[in-house]
């Protein structure tokens, strides 16, 4: 058994998110990532994908979740979503509510290769605003 140390909660670089948000690394081991994620009012990820995809696990608040052209789905806590390698989507809380998720992911198949590749923002028309 190994005692993994605990790492300080770190602010999500405004270059990955809109709004504020933080997170706590759970776990990264060799294969499995696990970050709890907590998101303001209306803070969301940019538009990201993942080599391995990614599952998420809402613990709390309610929040969005969009793959690129596809259905906005909202999250409430006990929802979990799962978001296949390759594809662009992004997630985050909705306007109004604070929303915490366990993110989870595997690590890239080759040591060096990126796990979560990150794009644009959302524009204003691409975040639904008062939705919820």
Known sequence: MEMIPKTPTAKGPAEWFSGDVYFDVIARGEHMRVNIVRFTPGAHTAWHRHANGQTLHVTEGVG???SRDGELVELHPGDTSYTPPGEWHW????????????????AADDPAGVETEWGAHLTDDEYPGDAA
């Open 64 to 66: 969005y979740v969009q």
């Open 91 to 106: 997630h985050g809380a909705a306007p109004g509510h604070f929303m915490s998720h366990l993110a989870m992911w595997e």
